[in-house]
């Protein structure tokens, strides 16, 4: 079992840059796949970016690709999401997730969840 934290949310200007982190406990943090999704309210989460734990791959969703990074630190049982460029449609609460399956981006391929960070991008 892992547990989760996310931090490194706040208010930035459109054009900005952020990184969230996303700490976990566990000694077999290693072998998870982590992803990042993001949540406004009234709607569904929706999938941002993961990284496997087998090989590093990453995917990335259509809105945030060439704007976000997703990265991983295994000795520290952390990953990272560098945003930049935001744009006000960034705004959200950014949750990470993890789990021993594959590399999927639907919110049922995980079993472990952070409490959440907000985000929010002025214009």
């Known amino acids: 079992q892992v547990q989760l934290v996310e931090s490194g949310g706040g208010l930035v200007q459109a054009g900005g840059s952020l990184r969230l982190s996303c700490v976990a406990s566990g000694r077999t943090f290693s072998r998870y796949t982590v992803a990042w999704f993001r949540q406004v309210p009234g709607a569904e989460r929706e999938f941002v970016a993961v990284?496997?734990?087998?090989?590093?791959?990453?995917r990335y969703a259509d809105s945030v690709k060439g704007r976000f990074t997703i990265s991983r630190v295994n000795a520290k049982n952390t990953v990272y999401l560098q945003m930049n460029s935001l744009k006000p449609e960034d705004t959200a609460v950014y949750y990470c997730?993890?789990?021993?399956?594959?590399?999927?981006?639907?919110?049922?391929?995980?079993?472990?969840w952070g409490q959440g960070t907000q985000v929010t991008v002025s214009s």
């Open positions: 990284i496997n734990w087998i090989d590093g791959s990453t």
């Open positions: 997730a993890a789990d021993t399956g594959g590399y999927g981006s639907r919110t049922t391929n995980y079993d472990y």
